[in-house]
């Protein structure tokens, strides 16, 4: 019965994720605008921290029926949060023997926003009075009252001190200090309070705390979009690999972990596992980084930047993470000739359809205000761009109707395929950039329309070979049905891309020294060692003067402004790519291997789920490596909003050109 209420709650959770990710972006948009300014913003935080927060806890426990609880969960999500502690800390001693830089990745992988993020989304997906939701009351202070603790010792203990009473001070004010926590302080009087009042708390006193926690659920989410201001020009090169391992660990090794955790301990008191529990679980696990790590990290000076940048990455995945962590749960109930399971997946094809769209056409207007789809290699990106919105229209199109089955799996393959024949193309013509390697039009168009060219060529081949095997049929019914030849293309196209593409980065990170590297589509762009300082050149002079790292490029007025090819971020591109050509290798592979089998298993509606994201929704890959370039499309709209301003109190008299709005972006890059 849990599993099923679990089931039926999710249905809820894709408006709850677009009410609550809205609410950031407003937050962050009148933090950007400065409509909001750092005072109002301070004291709009004492009033979340100081007063709304504690009197929601407070008043949640002290009115709960304390044995409603389920003793394995609890026991689950301490286990399962120690064993990442440890895991984080023992690798991070191995690898670079820094115990200050131990302790804080610890506690970013355990310490999760349960009231932040996590509280506005159950109250909506289940209610204010779901147990799941008292759950998150009693696990948050696992990590204030255990775990953290831990690595504040062990943070002191790394600074360069050597008298012991100064130790002890500052560990009597760590003590301190999670005595007037807010949070904990809370959690043990509502704890207190509800065995006084035996969950019956004065009425005045309820209706008062009531009122004063309702505001949570609207400030929370605009206070953590307001925080992230500034944030993203912490995410940089240098920073992306521990970021990378770090939100690894976060967001797909601590739920996995926490799942199976809390199904162990759950059978081994009871004897069964509690599917909606364990499911629930799972949903935690995903949830994101709290931002009080990031005031650890200032207070002990310990990777500041990267601690900030990471907790912003972790928020905005932590959003499809938990929607498609979701539909997996709900499809796993599901076996492979039940309908359900067809509708869940075409529900979930459509929704990231929609999501797809939406993010390559924003990335397409940042491209054109930006001029970049004028150079290689985004001319390539762009290609890549177009190519993969073929597949969510497809998507599209069947859900309202307008094509058969038959041409959507033709549109869906021929998409998918074209883009991961022209991300190979991309990963060879990044190479040719850092050879210095200049670009004819001859090679610019045929580096565009290869993909879609072979990708063409091949599902032709395959419709013909079909059709003169069985003859012309429609199918009117989806189904999860494949076929054989299908299945070996597939194989035999993501292999080699996956091949070329791999083999390409390896070049790439062995050989690319850094930015130092500009695109010019032809042999004027002179790059040459520049030691002395160098000013830069109005926006009259002949020569325009661009310096990278040592280096500067030197472009003729001709070429009109200076483009960076932005290797590391097509280099990250190409990454994600790789695990979506992964998840296109795995699925046709299993199925190939697996025809005489039953297929039937979890493994293997996991694979389908995960292959339906990552091939509908290649251009959110896309998306969310080149949505940083967001000055593109902001800054002409704070330049248009500051002239409409001016314009009111009467300080302008003629409206700028929108040439004069766009170049103002142009300048930033």
Sequence with gaps: MEDDNFTVSLEQLLPTLLQIFLTMLLGWIAGHFKLIGNTEARGLNIFVGKFSLPSLIFISLATFDFSKINVAFLLGIFAAKLMVFTFVVLVEIVLTKDISKAAVYAIFCTQTNDFGMG?????????????YVSYLYLAAP??????????????????????????????LLVVKGLALNPIVSMTFLGVVANLLFQGHPPEFLRFLLEKLGAAFGACAPFTLGLSMVGKFQHIRGQNM????????????????????????????????????????????????TALGVMSYANQYNVSSELVSAGIVLCTIVSAPLMYVSAQILKILKCTVTDYTLIVSMKALDFNIAIATICGVLII???????????????????????????APMAAILLTCK?????????????????????????????????????????????????????????????????????????????????????????????????????????????????????????????????????????????????????????????QEHFHSPQIFRHSLLLMLM???????????????????LQTDT????????????????????????????????????????????????????????????????????
């Design 602 to 669: 979890g493994a293997y509606k996991v694979m389908l789920s995960l292959n339906m994201v990552l091939s509908t929704g290649q251009g959110l890959l896309v998306f969310s490596v080149f949505i940083l370039d967001c000055e593109f499309i902001l800054t002409p709209i704070k330049t248009a909003g500051t002239w409409v301003k001016e314009k009111v109190k009467g300080e302008k008299e003629n409206f700028p050109v929108l040439s004069a709005f766009l170049f103002s972006a142009w300048e930033s890059e």
């Design 241 to 288: 690999p521990t970021l990378f391992g770090l939100m690894i660990i976060k967001c797909i090794l601590s739920p996995i972990v926490t799942h199976c955790m809390v199904g162990k301990i759950h059978k081994s008191l009871f004897g069964f596992v509690d599917r909606g529990l364990v499911n629930f679980s799972f949903l935690y696990g995903t949830f994101p």
């Design 364 to 390: 397409l207007l940042i491209f054109i205000l930006s001029k970049k789809f004028m150079f290689m290699p985004h001319i390539i990106t762009t290609s890549i761009l177009l190519q993969s919105m073929v």
């Design 142 to 171: 696992i990590s204030l009252l255990v775990l953290n603790p831990i690595g504040f010792i062990m943070l002191e203990a790394s600074k360069k001190t050597e008298s012991k009473k100064n130790i002890f001070k500052s560990l």
């Design 402 to 558: 307008a094509i058969s089955c038959e041409w959507q799996k033709f549109l869906h393959d021929f998409g998918t395929l074209s883009v991961q024949i022209s991300s190979a193309v991309l990963a060879i013509s990044l190479i040719m950039i850092i050879k210095r390697k200049p670009f004819n039009r001859v090679q610019q168009i045929t580096a565009v329309f290869v993909g879609p060219i072979i990708s063409a060529m091949v599902m032709l081949a395959l419709s013909i070979y079909k059709l003169s095997a069985n003859g012309f049929s429609i199918q009117l019914r989806e189904t999860l049905g494949h076929e054989t030849n299908r299945n070996i293309a597939t194989v035999t196209i993501n292999m080699v891309a996956l091949l070329v593409t791999s083999t390409s980065l390896l070049f790439i990170y062995r050989n690319n020294k850094g930015d130092n590297i500009c695109s010019c589509n032809s042999t004027s762009c002179e790059l040459r060692s520049e030691t002395s300082s160098v000013s830069e050149a109005s926006l009259g002079s002949t020569n325009e003067l661009t310096r990278s790292r040592g280096f500067v490029c030197r472009v003729n007025v001709d």
């Design 119 to 131: 509280l506005p989304l159950l109250d909506a997906v289940f209610g204010k009075n779901h147990v």
């Design 578 to 596: 790789c695990c979506s050509m992964i998840a296109g290798l795995t699925l046709p592979l299993w199925r190939l291997a697996t025809q005489l």
